[in-house]
């Protein structure tokens, strides 16, 4: 079945710093990928998201590439501010009517 | 807008109670998601609504009873719950149950059962 790994952290980080959440996945045929991002005692939001392979997703700061010969989907900022302290989660969807897999989250930590 | 929205934002309950929780979309989206998220875990889907039937029940028990009264609403009635059930209880929706569709998801309502 399809799945979904990530480095489950704690993540702690200075301000300004790069930041990389590494993600790869198993799946057949060819998913759909996402990020998103979880602020403390709220929902999840969709961050950014990628739907074939080459595809770069972005949004405010962050970004990520579908890696289909890596079968990787990493997210990237370059420079993390405080409010970007957060749990991320990677995700894929796969074929018709297939569920969502999620990662196990990676938790940030940005220290100022 | 691609807004969620859910109540309450938390609720306290006793293992005799009977309560609901309420999940509204106006996106037009025709799928709707109940998920179950424990502390420092993702989030476990429960159930899944398509075109307001239920299409998918993830092994949840029955003291769990969905509800889709139409397009826009969904809900999730709680009755005779354990301790174990305490959780964030995130509703989602999708466009269609369609291929590698965007799910949106609403805030959440925290339950505690006592």
């Known amino acids: 079945g399809n799945s979904v790994t990530q480095m489950e952290g704690p993540v702690t980080l200075s301000e300004e710093a790069f930041l990389t959440i590494n993600c790869t996945y198993t799946?057949?045929?060819?998913?759909?990928l996402f990020w998103y991002v979880q602020y403390p005692g709220e929902g999840l939001q969709l961050l950014l998201k990628a739907t074939k392979a080459d595809d770069k997703g972005s949004n405010k700061g962050f970004e990520a590439t579908y890696r289909k010969e890596t079968t990787s989907f990493h997210l990237e900022k370059g420079s993390v501010q405080v409010s970007d302290s957060a749990v991320y989660f990677c995700a894929l969807s796969g074929g018709y009517g297939q569920n969502f897999v999620f990662g196990p989250g990676t938790r940030l930590s940005v220290l100022p | 807008d691609t807004e969620v929205t859910q109540t309450p934002k938390h609720l306290v309950m006793g293992m005799t109670n009977k309560k609901s929780l309420k999940c509204e979309q106006h996106m037009g989206h025709r799928a709707m998601y109940w998920y179950k998220q424990k502390a420092k875990k993702p989030p476990e889907l429960m159930f899944v609504?398509?075109?307001?039937?239920?299409?998918i029940n993830e092994s949840v028990p029955s003291r769990f009873s969905p509800e889709c009264p139409n397009s826009s609403l969904l809900n999730l009635h709680l009755h005779a719950l354990q301790p174990e059930d305490s959780a964030l209880y995130l509703c989602?929706?999708?466009?269609?149950?369609?291929?590698?569709?965007?799910?949106?998801f609403g805030p959440g309502t925290r339950l505690l059962v006592l």
């Open positions: 799946a057949t045929g060819y998913p759909s």
């Open positions: 609504y398509s075109y307001e039937k239920l299409s």
């Open positions: 989602a929706s999708s466009p269609a149950r369609g291929f590698s569709e965007t799910q949106y």
